[in-house]
């Protein structure tokens, strides 16, 4: 998926982990995503963020909610399908107004070639809006350091739950081979 | 191999009186507490600042302990919840056993069966061991405990030993009077908070 030359490649899981220094996350959880790869990798290689691979992201919600019980803040990295196992968690989240900061990367959108992929994308932010969550959507990559601390500071200084969708413009279709009977 | 099934009829331990003596020798440990029975036997044994209630979020109160776990390496933090929660969150004994926190004690009231919704019986009396479950996750090390010798021998353990640990409590399946802690979210949200950060809460 990444570009042969590594100049070329984007900066923004840079400047998203800018944000998350500006604005002191020490907790980060993720269940893995092709989109995220680097963005985790600058995490986990900084000795002041804890970061956690989860099984499901539920556990993140939870594991967050705790966090800020315990005065850190954090962020939740996940794929789109990752929003519908989380659900019943977010109520937690709504009903106690607990802060959450969450990077969406999108699949079923911008050019998908995975059908399975297609109905939780396309459900995505209706899903998280009906469970009280804001959504502020990403589909340019010179726009996502803004939207991430834009989202930072109305989940930590308004006491929000807040997701940024990253368009699947931004991050790229998985390629897959065509299939014989599709030629 | 067939386990021996047990029937929770069989159990001596009371979960009011387990969840009590547990706590009697708490001193700052933060306590989070399962939605369900836990959540009221956490209060019968005294409401206290320190205590965050879940009355939803159910399969979370593991994770919602470790994310307080990792926030607060220096407090000990027991998560107080039940078999059928346990279950729902079963990935996170995973989780927990690759980033084994030192300071996490996570104690299963486990009655067998689902006590909230008309005492149907659940995995753990049909076979399913969880404390063999935490310990191939990785737990520092896990435990059944079915007599009041066997508790009182772990008890101090909670307090001691680095985590992350892990107890099924096998309690008698019986009803207990509902004892209703305090409910409204954004105040047991700050009232913790308060307790625990100061004037870094708000």
Same mark, same amino acid.
């Given at each position: 998926?990444?570009?042969?030359?590594?100049?070329?490649?984007?900066?923004?899981?840079?400047?998203?982990?800018?944000?998350?220094?500006?604005?002191?996350?020490?907790?980060?959880?993720?269940?893995?995503?092709?989109?995220?790869?680097?963005?985790?990798?600058?995490?986990?290689?900084?000795?002041?963020?804890?970061?956690?691979?989860?099984?499901?992201?539920?556990?993140?919600?939870?594991?967050?909610?705790?966090?800020?019980?315990?005065?850190?803040?954090?962020?939740?990295?996940?794929?789109?399908?990752?929003?519908?196992?989380?659900?019943?968690?977010?109520?937690?989240?709504?009903?106690?107004?607990?802060?959450?900061?969450?990077?969406?990367?999108?699949?079923?959108?911008?050019?998908?070639?995975?059908?399975?992929?297609?109905?939780?994308?396309?459900?995505?932010?209706?899903?998280?809006?009906?469970?009280?969550?804001?959504?502020?959507?990403?589909?340019?990559?010179?726009?996502?350091?803004?939207?991430?601390?834009?989202?930072?500071?109305?989940?930590?200084?308004?006491?929000?739950?807040?997701?940024?969708?990253?368009?699947?413009?931004?991050?790229?279709?998985?390629?897959?081979?065509?299939?014989?009977?599709?030629? | 191999?067939?386990?021996?099934?047990?029937?929770?009829?069989?159990?001596? &331990?009371?979960?009011?009186?387990?969840?009590?003596? =547990? @706590?009697?020798?708490? $001193?700052?440990?933060?306590?989070?507490? +399962? #939605? /369900?029975?836990?959540?009221?036997?956490?209060?019968?044994?005294?409401?206290?600042?320190?205590?965050?209630?879940?009355?939803?979020?159910?399969?979370?109160?593991?994770?919602?302990?470790?994310? &307080?776990?990792?926030?607060?390496?220096?407090?000990? =933090? @027991?998560?107080?919840? $039940?078999?059928?929660?346990?279950?729902? +969150? #079963? /990935?996170?004994?995973?989780?927990?056993?690759?980033?084994?926190?030192?300071?996490?004690?996570?104690?299963?009231?486990?009655?067998?069966?689902?006590?909230?919704?008309?005492?149907?019986?659940?995995?753990?009396?049909?076979?399913?061991?969880?404390?063999?479950?935490?310990?191939?996750?990785?737990?520092?090390?896990?435990?059944?405990?079915?007599?009041?010798?066997?508790?009182?021998?772990?008890?101090?353990?909670?307090?001691?030993?680095?985590?992350?640990?892990?107890?099924?409590?096998?309690?008698?399946?019986?009803?207990?009077?509902?004892?209703?802690?305090?409910?409204?979210?954004?105040?047991?949200?700050?009232?913790?908070?308060?307790?625990?950060?100061?004037?870094?809460?708000?």
């Amino acid at each position: 998926m990444a570009p042969d030359d590594p100049a070329a490649l984007p900066d923004w899981p840079e400047q998203i982990y800018q944000v998350f220094q500006d604005v002191g996350i020490r907790q980060v959880a993720y269940v893995p995503d092709a989109g995220h790869m680097r963005l985790i990798d600058l995490c986990a290689r900084d000795g002041n963020i804890r970061t956690v691979a989860l099984t499901t992201e539920e556990e993140g919600v939870a594991m967050l909610a705790g966090a800020w019980l315990g005065g850190q803040r954090g962020a939740l990295l996940m794929q789109s399908s990752g929003v519908g196992n989380c659900i019943n968690m977010f109520s937690m989240i709504q009903e106690c107004r607990f802060p959450l900061l969450t990077i969406v990367t999108m699949r079923g959108q911008w050019g998908e070639a995975n059908p399975w992929q297609v109905p939780m994308g396309r459900a995505t932010p209706a899903a998280l809006e009906s469970v009280g969550v804001i959504v502020h959507n990403v589909d340019e990559a010179r726009r996502v350091p803004e939207t991430v601390a834009a989202a930072a500071r109305l989940a930590f200084q308004s006491t929000r739950a807040v997701a940024v969708l990253i368009g699947q413009r931004i991050i790229g279709s998985k390629k897959f081979e065509t299939r014989k009977s599709d030629t | 191999m067939t386990r021996d099934i047990r029937d929770a009829r069989t159990f001596v &331990l009371n979960r009011r009186e387990v969840v009590a003596a =547990v @706590l009697r020798s708490r $001193g700052e440990t933060l306590v989070v507490s +399962g #939605l /369900g029975s836990p959540t009221y036997d956490v209060a019968a044994a005294g409401d206290h600042h320190g205590n965050f209630y879940l009355w939803g979020a159910m399969g979370g109160a593991a994770m919602v302990g470790f994310g &307080l776990a990792l926030a607060q390496p220096s407090r000990r =933090v @027991l998560v107080v919840t $039940g078999d059928g929660e346990m279950l729902m +969150g #079963l /990935g996170s004994l995973a989780t927990i056993g690759v980033e084994r926190p030192a300071n996490l004690v996570i104690a299963v009231i486990d009655n067998q069966h689902y006590g909230e919704t008309g005492m149907q019986l659940g995995h753990t009396g049909r076979g399913v061991d969880l404390a063999a479950i935490a310990r191939a996750a990785n737990f520092a090390a896990a435990t059944t405990i079915e007599t009041r010798d066997e508790l009182d021998e772990w008890i101090p353990r909670v307090y001691r030993d680095p985590g992350p640990l892990f107890a099924a409590i096998k309690v008698v399946a019986a009803p207990v009077p509902m004892e209703v802690p305090l409910i409204d979210g954004p105040h047991l949200k700050n009232r913790f908070r308060q307790a625990l950060l100061d004037d870094k809460a708000f």
